[in-house]
């Protein structure tokens, strides 16, 4: 891949410069306020002295004393590096990812390199998000506003015995600002460029002696960052509030409830795409015999009319400029008349007490939240109208109902040689999808052009509806007196003008419906086997439940009769590739009346135990040592897409088997070694893991559907049969199947504070986070998918080997005029990788380096400031995705989802 090119130098510099300063590698944090020894709720907090307090087992600890891998941030740094949203920790913790594609609902959260890719709600996160302890059903509903947060832990490896759900990749704990006995409140104001507006407020009172009260609010509106040049509307814009308020209840020093009610709100137009091209991805080009799976050789762009469907797309009105701009204009072709617009509502109420009696403590959490979510899309990315959803409740639209309750109690006995915790978790998730996709007014002669294709590109004529007009004369006979297909020329014609016909049809409205219940029981025990050394035992039982429902509403009338048409020719070998070609595009992703009313049901059911086991052994009391061993589980599920229920071939709607919907359950083996060291002024942390993957779940587009498939290994040798375009070669004998992703690598974590004032922070992961080589499908041993062919012996998709964060705070005072300054700067770098699930030529991100900054003034005891910022520093261009453009093939063309360019602005601030 390309070389950093000046604005990347430069950037690396400033990580450079900020590492330098570092005298050790290890845990990433600022000062902070001291601990409230009282408070159970406490997870992670800084004392004055360096020394990071976290709750990571559940018990009030030193971070240096914790036999885990977690990253506490305090709310200091987490404001200094602007954190919105869950996005913007990627900027302190190096072994996260956070991403977001074509829905902001569908954001990944990945952690070594492991997270749930798609945009599949059936899919759970492998990366479980909390905040204030309330389980968020899925990574991307927390990509909004958070407002004022008190700290984030990011536990590293599966999680489970320490309550909450269950997770197989890691956990973020959010834990917002709480109240305080103190009256107090706060005002700041932001204006940036693209007209960025942010106004946020609020105020803290106690309510007499023993409550408290607060309420803080957000609001956010930004022009976006694409330019629809036909619309004449902008894309990726912000505008979204967010409202919380709290009371907290103290009436003894051994009692404390805390409520807390939010709501947000997000009405914004969402997400659209560029084109990739080969001065961003040199891969981007058309490779041998158009297959994409072959290496490039150095030919032209994907988007140059060498790639025969380019031509097509421009004969069709796409506008030539979208083809040929680089990957980073951001001027966009939509389709005339079709919007991504949608709107997120996102609410919710929780309430937690903790109560100690003696040496025992309970600690319940309850929560019930609802979130809904509808994007309209322009869904093929082209201005040549092929795949709509019109913007309304039924757009793609998700809604989650999520009850949950969790019961801890921990304590002491044999005095104090064990500290014990055991506790029970309950969770009741109902999930609703709608969807409303339909074809657009160009899919069918488009589709028809794919067809003249691959019978004679000379043929195909994109002015004419079955993409033939009078060309169709070459066909039938007319011209050479021989029909091109022999007796079964009128079919193969019929079938043409059928496809033809194919155009703003569709679903009406399919609902799928899911209902989780899950219980667990779990239990994590430390035992002091002597002064400096401990084991620690976990363990967690869980039981899941998952009812699904589907109902269809289809109007596609020409896919039945394309079937009628043409099933009599799948049985002959030289037309059954044309036939089942016309088929397939009359029926694409099952869209057909014969799913009109139709209603599917099943259920799921599955338990699974997990644990821990750790040794640590404290030689000093600024040391530790410890190795571990963990088991983790992520549910399976159902996959909430009609495609997966029969390739269109072979659909037949009498005989729907909705278990093609299901795929396993997640489990992983986790092994970590590492060591700690604290000191006053400076600490580090070491670790280093192996994480074994068994039925990972993995969701793809292929440019035509989302597969959704377990992934496994194979401990025999398949030859290369995995690796070929059959899906019938490659299978594994059962009692030979294998893990089939391995995550391995090494972690390192430093903060030092020389002088008061002054802070630096550095991070370094390398994670070889990769398929084994040889691979197959579920652990019954079935073969690979075709299309996930360039998987075996790879790293997975947006997984780095290697990333580095640094920050710099350094708050000076200046002169005795009670005033201090604001000089802060993190970067983050990262490594090669592609960020395709498929792993095609042409989805490659080069390495790249994010800087953020800020400098301002603050008044005495920080009444008010002012600061100057910036987020991605030095303009660097970088995608979150590169995927398959829809239907545009062949040779498949690639768009990307397009990062956040740069931005800046000025915030000011109040307080009292």
Known sequence: MSKFGLRHQCAFGALACALALTPAMAQAQDAATSVDDTDLIDNAEVDGGNVIIVRAQGREQALSDVPVAVSAVSGEMLEKSGVADIRDLNQVAPSLLVSSTGNEANGSARIRGIGTVGDNPGLESSVA???????????????????????????????????????????????????????????????????????????????????????????????????????????????????????????????????????????????????????????????????????????????????????????????????????????????????????????????????????????????????????????????????????????????????????????????????WLIGAYYANEKLETRDNLRFGNDYGTFANCRIVLAINPALANPSADNCLGANVAALDGTLTGTPAFGPATPLIIAGINNLAQVRDIGSNGDRYNQTSENFAVFTHNIVHVTDTVDLTLGLRYTNETKDFDAAFSNDNVFCPQSRALLDGL??????????????????????????????????????????????????????????????????????????????????????????????????????????????????????????????????????????????????????????????????????????????????????????RDLTMTMGLTYADTSYEDNLVGQDNGSPLDPALRLLPGDNLSNAPEVTATASLSWTPPIGNSGLSGLFFLNARTTDDFNTGSDLLYGKEQDGFTLVNGRVGITGPDRRWGVELWANNLFDIDYSQVAFNTPFVAPQQTYSAFLAEPRTYGITVRAGF
Request: overall charge negative; glycine content about 12%.
């Open 570 to 755: 799948l049985s002959v070998p030289s037309l059954a590739g044309l036939a089942g070609g016309l088929i397939g595009l009359s029926c694409q992703g099952n869209s057909t009346a014969e799913l009109d009313g139709v209603t599917l049901s099943d259920q799921r059911k599955e338990d699974e135990f997990t644990g821990t086991a750790i040794l640590s052994w404290k030689p000093d009391p600024d040391w530790m040592v410890y190795g571990s061993y963990s088991k983790g589980y992520k549910a399976g599920g159902f996959n909430l897409d009609r495609s997966a229920l029969a390739l269109p071939v072979e659909f037949d709607a009498a005989t729907l088997d909705p278990s093609a919907l299901q795929f396993d359950a997640e489990t992983v083996d986790a092994f970590e070694v590492g060591v700690k060291y604290s000191a006053r002024d400076w600490g580090f942390s070491v670790a280093a893991f192996r994480q074994e993957f068994s039925n990972f779940q993995l969701n793809t587009f292929n440019g035509t559907v989302f597969l959704v498939q377990n992934i496994n290994g194979c401990d025999t040798d398949l030859g290369g049969a995995d690796r070929d375009g059959d899906g019938t070669t490659g299978s594994c004998a059962a009692e030979n199947v294998a893990p089939g992703v391995i995550a391995q690598g090494v972690e390192f974590e430093a903060s030092v504070s020389p002088i």
């Open 129 to 419: 998000v909390f905040v204030d302890g309330v389980y968020r059903s899925r990574s991307g509903n927390a990509l909004s506003e958070l407002g004022p947060l008190d700290r984030v832990e990011i536990l590293r490896g599966p999680q489970g015995t320490l309550g909450g759900r269950n997770s197989s990749a890691g956990l973020i704990n959010i834990y917002t600002a709480p109240p305080e006995f103190e009256f107090s409140g706060y005002g700041a104001f932001t204006y940036g460029n693209y007209d960025a507006i942010k106004v946020e407020a609020g105020i803290n009172a106690p309510l007499g002696d023993t409550v408290a009260a607060r309420i803080d609010g957000v609001y956010f509106e930004r022009d976006g960052f694409y330019n629809d040049v036909v619309n004449d509307v902008r894309i990726n814009d912000r505008d979204r509030y967010l409202v919380r308020g709290q009371l907290l209840f103290e009436p003894t020093s051994d009692l404390s409830i805390r409520l807390v009610g939010d709501y947000s709100n997000k009405d914004e137009a969402c997400c659209a795409a560029t084109f990739v091209q080969p001065e961003f991805a040199p891969l981007a080009r058309v490779s041998p015999g158009l297959d994409q799976y072959n290496r490039p050789e150095g030919g032209p762009a994907l988007t140059s009319t060498d790639n025969p469907i380019v031509p097509i797309l421009l004969g069709l009105g796409q506008d030539p400029r979208g083809l040929t701009q680089s990957t980073f204009n951001r001027d966009i072709y939509v389709s005339p008349g079709r919007s991504y617009q949608g709107e997120t509502e996102d609410w919710g109420i929780s309430g937690e007490v903790n109560w100690n009696f003696g040496d025992v403590t309970l600690t319940s959490i309850t929560g019930y939240r609802e979130y809904s979510n509808f994007q309209g899309s322009d869904t093929d990315y082209t201005q040549v109208d092929l795949l709509y959803r019109a913007p309304g409740p039924d757009a793609g639209a998700r809604e989650f109902k999520t009850f949950t309750q969790e019961f801890r109690l921990n304590g002491t006995a044999f005095n104090d040689t064990l500290d």
